[in-house]
């Protein structure tokens, strides 16, 4: 499947707009069905990085930015890499969750409503280590 190109805007704000109007109006169906739902208030949490590492995201990030359109991309790829998510509290496999793996270590999360009828974005990245992504990879195929 052909990924967009790189979304160059100008400022944190038409990135937010774009967000909004692309993902926040209509979810986006994936290949196998399900909708995904956008919430205004995941942007900060999507497109913004911890500075210090310390889970307060706290600093634009242009790299996840620029593949914003690569999110519908992936949750529409009949080819991409479907794990169960990670829950850090249990400490266990969720498969309420679910992990999307793409080309160029590309990564999407999503939440599912206790019946799955639907899904919820939770944040897109890419894996920034070969360490990171082996890991998402031992995740169960998610089912």
Not at 32 to 56: C, H, L, M, Q
Not at 73 to 93: E, F, M, N, T, V
Not at 110 to 128: E, L, M, Q
Request: aromatic content about 16%.
């Amino acid at each position: 499947m052909e990924y967009p190109a790189a979304l160059n805007l100008s400022t944190i704000e038409e990135y937010r707009q774009h967000y909004e109007e692309e993902y926040c109006q209509n979810p986006v169906i994936t290949f196998d069905g399900i909708p995904v739902y956008f919430k205004k208030d995941r942007f900060s949490d999507a497109f913004f990085e911890s500075s210090k590492r310390n889970g307060i995201k706290d600093q634009f990030s242009e790299i996840r930015a620029k593949r914003m359109d690569w999110i519908k991309a992936a949750l529409q790829d009949p080819d991409a890499d479907i794990r169960a998510g990670w829950d850090k509290i249990k400490k266990q496999y969720d498969f309420k969750r679910r992990v999307c793996i793409v080309v160029r270590k590309y990564v999407v999360v999503i939440g599912f409503s206790p019946d799955r009828s639907k899904a919820f974005f939770y944040t897109a990245y890419v894996a920034n280590s070969l360490e990171s992504l082996n890991n998402l990879r031992k995740a169960p195929k998610w089912k």
